[in-house]
């Protein structure tokens, strides 16, 4: 089992203040997802990260790929009351990319 | 655009009765996946399922569980007779598979209480 980390757990912030979620774990995976899921509905897609490095962005999210393939990080600028909700992050295993590994998640609450 | 569907929304049963929750993948796609999440708790893997068979599944999916694609449309799982610990929303998920970028895309879920 290739296990995932995130931190914070939860994290409660104003709105219009930057965050970063981190997802860290100590296996490589070939690609790393994050989803964002909102209570009572399944995970919502927002991004995958494929080459070691590598930085995407979706309007004032940020999502970076470790060099080495074993984390990422999430940063959101500007919090808006909509960015509320559950990110998780999700590893493609290393040696079945098609099997794919969740961490715990972290809880964003943003006020307004 | 397509996306994973999952009925019911919501399901209730008594403890030791059978439940057969039902998910339409995306048509392209070739891998197909459960998963469950406890109230509160992290999204666990059950279950993927490739060219008509199993091709991982976790401790969670003891005898109890099973997977069919019945037809060209319908992945369904089976628990044969439900626990009270069985309760939890049961996500299907589905992907293209078969290159590294690979994403899973998940349905809205179905939330199952044993009482």
């Known amino acids: 089992t290739q296990l995932l980390e995130q931190s914070p757990q939860f994290l409660s912030i104003q709105e219009g203040e930057n965050l970063t979620v981190y997802c860290n774990s100590s296996?490589?995976?070939?690609?790393l997802q994050w989803y964002r899921q909102e209570p009572g509905e399944g995970p919502v897609l927002l991004v995958t990260?494929?080459?070691?490095?590598e930085v995407k962005k979706l309007k004032r999210l940020t999502f970076q790929f470790g060099d080495a393939r074993k984390d990422s990080s999430l940063h959101i600028t500007a919090a808006q009351p909509g960015d509320t909700g559950l990110y998780l992050c999700?590893?493609?295993?290393?040696?079945?990319?098609?099997?794919?590994?969740f961490g715990s998640g972290t809880k964003l609450n943003v006020k307004p | 655009e397509p996306e994973v569907t999952q009925t019911p929304s919501h399901q209730v049963t008594q403890m030791g009765q059978e439940v057969i929750l039902r998910c339409v993948p995306i048509?392209?796609?070739?891998?197909f996946y459960w998963y469950r999440q406890i109230l509160g708790q992290k999204v666990e893997f059950l279950v993927s399922f490739y060219n008509n068979e199993i091709s991982e599944k976790s401790e969670i999916f003891d005898d109890q569980f099973s997977v069919e694609r019945p037809d060209g449309s319908n992945f369904t799982l089976k628990i044969r007779s439900t626990k009270l610990e069985d309760s939890a929303m049961y996500f299907c998920?589905?992907?293209?598979?078969?290159?590294?970028?690979?994403?899973?895309?998940f349905g809205q879920g179905t939330r199952l209480t044993v009482v």
């Open positions: 998920a589905s992907s293209p598979g078969g290159h590294m970028n690979t994403e899973a895309f």
């Open positions: 296996s490589v995976f070939s690609s």
């Open positions: 999700a590893g493609a295993g290393r040696d079945n990319f098609n099997k794919f590994y």
């Open positions: 048509s392209n796609h070739l891998y």
């Open positions: 990260v494929v080459t070691g490095g």
